[in-house]
């Protein structure tokens, strides 16, 4: 019993009697207090939406990082297609032509005509130089390069030399004949004028190995480019007829170009045989020696140099050639059409 008179001393807490079998609330315990549900809620709403808000960040700075990386590519690419120099400021245009010529590859008319088009439209461009290094390739790639030197030439009264290092050959040639002036190295291999269409036949080794050939056609000369099918000397014939066609087109285009410079008795000179960058000086079917920096420096009178090729991923190019080569089904005929090498 409890006195409620009673007092204590200061310090002392009055001592209230408790039941034990009442639950006791820990100390500290967040659970006992008031609100603390809506509190927990809260607290994990706002980690939520700082984790979303993370989350946002991050994949905004990844697209900005793409983003960038695709600019600095489109500004690198352009950067090195693009000349540097001012327009206003003279000197000697190079555009390369090296490797095979062919549709697709570095050499193909849609590149070298680009970069001679914007080298030609340059007014501080006095001439302009295609650098050769090719052993050949297409007849087509290689006409339609020709026809358009001709006429920028005649539209932008240009001059534009060939300047010769390894090998001119066969459709580089071709080109190379429509220049003003072709200039070589005296080792330099120049020439081979004529047109070949290879391929395969296995028509004797499918039969020593027991192999039939299915082959179905509608047309009685549609397969007789297949390796694996004979050849009548009909369809030998007709090929035949087509080369010399081609060769008669290349021999026309090499006298035009030359001129009276040509040594036309020369025995085989249009016959595919090629020459020394020394030998073709006698012939005719080049000028004289020199390299880019000479012509640039002695013939063009304007030293500095600067190259309009367009640059492109060798890699990609190489990667969609032979993945196309892989999934063609008429790479047979692509083999075996007319080539100037």
């Known amino acids: 019993m409890t006195d409620s008179t009673r007092t204590e ?3 002392f807490e009055p001592f209230e009697p408790t039941n034990p079998l009442a639950p006791r609330a820990a100390k500290g315990d967040p659970t006992q207090a008031s609100g603390w549900e809506r509190a927990t809620l809260e607290k994990l709403a706002f980690a939520a939406l700082r984790e979303q808000k993370a989350t946002r960040r991050w994949k905004t700075f990844v697209r900005l990082s793409w983003l960038a990386f695709f600019v600095f590519l489109a500004w690198f690419a352009v950067s090195r297609a693009t000349p540097t120099a001012a327009k206003t400021t003279a000197h000697t245009a190079v555009v390369e032509i090296k490797g095979e010529i062919a549709n697709g590859a570095d050499a193909s008319a849609e590149f070298v005509v680009a970069a001679m088009k914007t080298a030609f439209e340059d007014e501080g461009a006095k001439a302009v130089v295609l650098l050769i290094n090719s052993p050949g390739g297409s007849p087509v790639q290689a006409g339609i ?3 358009e030197i001709r006429r920028m030439k005649a539209k932008y009264n240009k001059p534009v030399y060939a300047v010769v290092e390894e090998t001119c050959a066969s459709a580089a040639y071709y080109i190379a004949a429509a220049t003003d002036k072709i200039f070589v190295d005296k080792a330099s291999i120049v020439g081979s004028i004529g047109v070949l269409m290879d391929g395969f036949g296995f028509t004797g080794t499918m039969e ?6 299915r082959l179905i056609i509608s047309g009685e000369n549609k397969g007789f480019l297949d390796p694996f099918s004979p050849m009548n000397d009909a369809q030998k014939a007709h090929a035949q007829q087509l080369i010399d066609q081609i060769h008669d087109q290349f021999i026309n285009v090499v006298k035009t170009g030359r001129g009276d410079r040509l040594k036309l008795q020369t025995p085989g000179l249009f016959s595919g045989l090629f020459w020394s960058g020394q030998q073709a000086i006698e012939l005719g079917l080049a000028d004289q020696l020199g390299n880019v920096d000479f012509v640039a420096r002695e013939v063009v009178k304007a030293e500095e140099v600067i190259d309009y090729t367009r640059r492109d991923n060798v890699a990609e190019k190489l990667a969609k050639k032979f993945g196309a080569a892989m ?13 100037l090498r």
């Open 208 to 213: 020593k190995l027991g192999v039939e050939r």
């Open 327 to 339: 999934g063609d089904a008429s790479i047979r005929a692509l083999r075996s059409a007319p080539v």
């Open 9 to 11: 001393p200061e310090g």
């Open 145 to 147: 390069i020709s026809d």
